[in-house]
Every structure is written in structure tokens, then in C-alpha cells.
Nanobody, 119 residues
Framework: VQLQASGGGLVQAGGSLRLSCAAS????????MGWYRQAPGQQRELVAI??????NYAGSVKGRFTISRDNAKNIWYLQMNSLKSDDTGVYYC???????????????WGQGTQVTVSS
């Protein structure tokens, strides 16, 4: 199973970006999808997750970021609006995946995509 993240870049404060993550491989089902981020010198932190129970967001992004998914394509998105300089960091997607013939769920991570917000 591989996760491929895309959509990062450089944006001015107040702007928007949309991140995408696509999962591929011998996937039976995906239990949970989400995004973490890591700022320079900081620990990785949860940004948003989506599962059968709904969505959950870090307090710092509530009302500005929206996570969504396309179950048929195993792709999920993070729409980021009203970006701030504090949102700068490397964004990692992850998923809890059930694998064909192996069960699960197993946790997988994408390679990370850089988001830089200039003030």
C-alpha cells in the first residue's frame, strides 16, 4: 500500500490550498484517513481525521480547514482556507487500511508535502 500526497506550496497569509492524498495497492477498505503536520523544530501534530464517525479537527484549524474523502477512489483532501504563518510545515497524510488477504487495519503514511505560508 502506498500513499501519495500532493498539493503543497507557497501561499500568502489569508490564501488557500488544497492537499490531496491517494492510497493505492491491495486495499480492501480504509477505516480512517487523516492529516498531520510538523513545523520546524516541533513535534508532529494531528490536523484532521475522517472516519465512519465523522470528522475531527485540531482546535487551531477548526472553521478554516475541511477534510473530505472520495471513498470510491481512496482519495482524501484537506481544504485549507484563511491560512496563517503558523500553518507552515510539512503535511503528512495517513490512513488505517485493511489489506486484501491480510486483514488489518494497518497504518500507512504518505511522504509529506511542504506548505509555506508567508506573512
Amino acid at each position: 500500500v502506498q500513499l501519495q500526497a500532493s498539493g503543497g506550496g507557497l501561499v500568502q497569509a489569508g490564501g488557500s490550498l488544497r492537499l490531496s492524498c491517494a492510497a493505492s495497492g491491495m486495499i480492501s477498505s480504509v477505516n480512517e484517513m487523516g492529516w498531520y503536520r510538523q513545523a520546524p523544530g516541533q513535534q508532529r501534530e494531528l490536523v484532521a481525521i475522517i472516519n465512519s464517525g465523522g470528522t475531527n479537527y485540531a482546535g487551531s484549524v477548526k472553521g478554516r480547514f475541511t477534510i473530505s474523502r472520495d471513498n470510491a477512489k481512496n482519495i482524501w483532501y484537506l481544504q485549507m482556507n484563511s491560512l496563517k504563518s503558523d500553518d507552515t510545515g510539512v503535511y503528512y497524510c495517513y490512513a488505517l487500511v485493511n489489506i486484501v488477504t491480510r486483514g488489518g487495519p494497518f497504518q500507512f503514511w504518505g511522504q509529506g508535502t511542504q506548505v509555506t505560508v508567508s506573512s
